[in-house]
């Protein structure tokens, strides 16, 4: 009888031991950086990756949001995270036009049809690429917004209607679109772009629906074209050296919080949330929601076809293959049922 006990007694504290030795990694605290509102989507999705996390390493490991510029300007988020001012950060590599050339393929219009499926395949196939372009950071993974379109103080309907407008652009690539359709981008942050637009610096901006309500852009446009003309991608990156602290488990752990998986879950509330703008926008009495016809979207589609050229240029001066590239793409946004 003693020796059963003491046996029991052994099995007991050498899982207790080994439960122990699971999380005597020492704590650390993630100071995750991002731009939007703190009642913003994103918010909440981050909250849910960091507690998942928390729980993954035994409480090791905890997440702190800082939203809305708190920590730093938001085109200056990828320096933040590389110099440590941040340990995580939700970059937009569009805010920095030209800096990331591959990464841009995710922003090109009339590409990508959704923010959750295509959020999985963007993660995917710029895995490929991440080390090279974005080497000093470590690119945990890449999601993107639901489709965002043209609203603006007057109606736009086709191409030649953004002819000599001031259009805030959703980042670099597409403010090459409104410059190749004769407009003038107006380079401002989102959370500038209601006050850009109250001033008359701008006419018009390319959103999302249900941002264009976050921020209130609602009160100084009326018009809205209901095509899914552009997602924006953006990149969750750590910094190097806090990664490469981390211990084995954890870094595991973070690996495993950074995948195509994590890049559809962390994109769904938000998706649903714009998605569901534009049925708000339409039900308000004073907007004008136009949606195109199909002879209308080819037009468009037609407009802006010197963009891909344009920016297979770019990423072969880079020193890319950009066709491999390209194609590499449309294959993986075939494969999540999300290629425009």
């Not at 945990?140 to 379109?149: I, Q, R, V």
């Not at 090459?176 to 772009?193: D, F, R, Y």
């Not at 910094?239 to 995948?259: E, I, R, T």
Request: net charge negative.
């Amino acid at each position: 009888m003693k020796a059963h006990t003491w046996l029991a007694s052994t099995i007991v504290s050498a899982a207790m031991f080994a439960a122990g030795a699971a999380y005597a990694d020492d704590p650390v605290e993630i100071r995750f950086a991002h731009w939007v509102p703190p009642t913003h989507p994103l918010q909440q999705a981050i909250t849910e990756w960091g507690a998942s996390l928390n729980e993954a390493t035994g409480g090791t490991i905890s997440v702190t949001i800082f939203p809305a510029q708190q920590l730093g300007a938001a085109k200056d988020t990828y320096d933040m995270v590389r110099d440590g001012i941040a340990d995580m950060g939700y970059i937009n590599p569009g805010y920095t036009p030209g800096r990331f050339p591959v990464f841009d393929a995710a922003n090109l219009p009339f590409n990508i049809t959704n923010a959750t499926d295509g959020s999985a395949a963007i993660d995917e196939w710029y895995g490929n690429y991440a080390e090279k372009e974005m080497g000093d950071i470590y690119v945990c993974l890449a999601n993107a917004h639901d489709p965002g379109t043209f609203h603006s103080k007057e109606k736009i309907v086709v191409p030649g209607d953004v002819n000599g407008l001031k259009v805030r652009p959703a980042n670099g690539t597409i403010s090459k679109m409104v410059t190749l359709l004769g407009g003038q981008p107006v380079q401002v942050s989102a959370p500038e772009s209601r006050e850009a637009l109250e001033r008359g610096v701008a006419d018009a901006i390319t959103f999302p629906w249900g941002s264009i309500l976050l921020f209130g852009i609602d009160k100084t446009v009326k018009y809205h074209l209901d095509m899914p003309t552009y997602v924006v991608g953006f990149v969750w990156g750590m910094n190097k050296d806090f990664y490469n602290n981390l211990s084995d488990a954890q870094k595991k752990a973070v690996d495993d919080h950074c995948n195509p998986e994590w890049a559809k879950q962390t994109s769904i509330g938000w998706a649903t949330y714009e998605s569901g703008g534009r049925d708000k926008i339409k039900a308000m009495s004073d907007h004008t929601v136009t949606t195109p016809t199909d002879d209308q979207v080819a037009e468009w589609r037609k407009a802006v076809a010197p963009m891909e050229d344009e920016w297979k240029k770019a990423v072969n001066d880079a020193g890319y293959d950009a066709d491999a590239v390209w194609n590499d793409l449309q294959d993986t946004l075939k494969k999540y049922n999300s290629k425009y």
